[in-house]
């Protein structure tokens, strides 16, 4: 039983193309966490949040806590967003990971 | 600005031998996590610390033990090495200043059980 998951595990896309990733959970949170792991294997945070939406540069992170749903968003995709991106839920003092979305952007 | 600090990067251990895998952070963080990723799988976390002398056990604590002597330091143990502990650690820290900080990561370590 995995309380996260994510959606689709492996995407392919062209340079440019609009990207979404999806995250579905299934226990109550505090908040939602959207992470991306380098090729080398380095994670990195690139959003916390518990309500709405926040956008940093190219990027988009959207949750709807009623529908236990979160959404990752990338505009004018470009290779070096090539990464896994991965979704963790904070539940009192831990968190739980989805098993990450495996994004290639080809040129 | 070193953040969060792992060490040893890599290592190959024999099956039974024990080891230690240290976590340093910085950043005067309270909550410090150790987690296990395996190939397929999402991170699992191992073992949780709220504060310094305050530890606890997460989803997959056993053939683990770990120590919070101070807020800087979070080492892991592993007291007789087998091969399904092979995986990639993380070690991650977080701020409790206010609600929902997010977490910091180190490198990871590579460790293979053979």
């Known amino acids: 039983k995995n309380e996260v998951e994510q959606s689709p595990q492996n995407l392919t896309a062209q340079e440019g193309e609009f990207i979404t990733i999806n995250c579905s959970y299934s226990?109550?949170?505090?908040?939602l966490h959207w992470l991306q792991q380098h090729p080398g294997g380095g994670i990195v945070s690139l959003f916390m949040?518990?309500?709405g939406k926040k956008k940093h540069g190219r990027l988009i992170a959207t949750i709807n806590i009623q529908e236990k749903h979160s959404s990752l968003h990338i505009t004018a995709s470009h290779p070096r967003d090539s990464a896994v991106y991965i979704c963790?839920?904070?539940?009192?003092?831990?968190?739980?990971f989805g098993t990450g979305t495996s994004l290639t952007v080809i040129p | 600005n070193a953040g969060v600090t792992q060490t040893p990067k890599f290592r190959i251990l024999k099956i039974g031998q024990s080891m230690t895998l240290q976590c340093a952070q910085d950043?005067?963080?309270?909550?410090m996590y150790w987690y296990r990723q395996d190939p397929g799988m999402g991170l699992k976390l191992i073992y949780y610390?709220?504060?310094?002398?305050?530890?606890d056990k997460g989803e997959v604590p056993n053939g683990y033990n770990v120590s919070r002597s101070t807020t800087e330091d979070f080492p892991l143990r592993l007291e007789l090495a087998a091969p399904s502990q092979t995986s990639v650690y993380f070690c991650?820290?977080?701020?409790?200043?206010?609600?929902?900080?997010?977490?910091?990561f180190g490198d990871g370590t590579r460790l293979s059980i053979l």
């Open positions: 991650a820290s977080r701020s409790d200043s206010y609600s929902n900080q997010p977490q910091h």
């Open positions: 226990v109550g949170i505090s908040a």
């Open positions: 949040l518990s309500s």
């Open positions: 963790a839920v904070k539940a009192g003092n831990q968190f739980y």
């Open positions: 950043m005067n963080h309270n909550y």
């Open positions: 610390s709220v504060g310094a002398g305050i530890t």
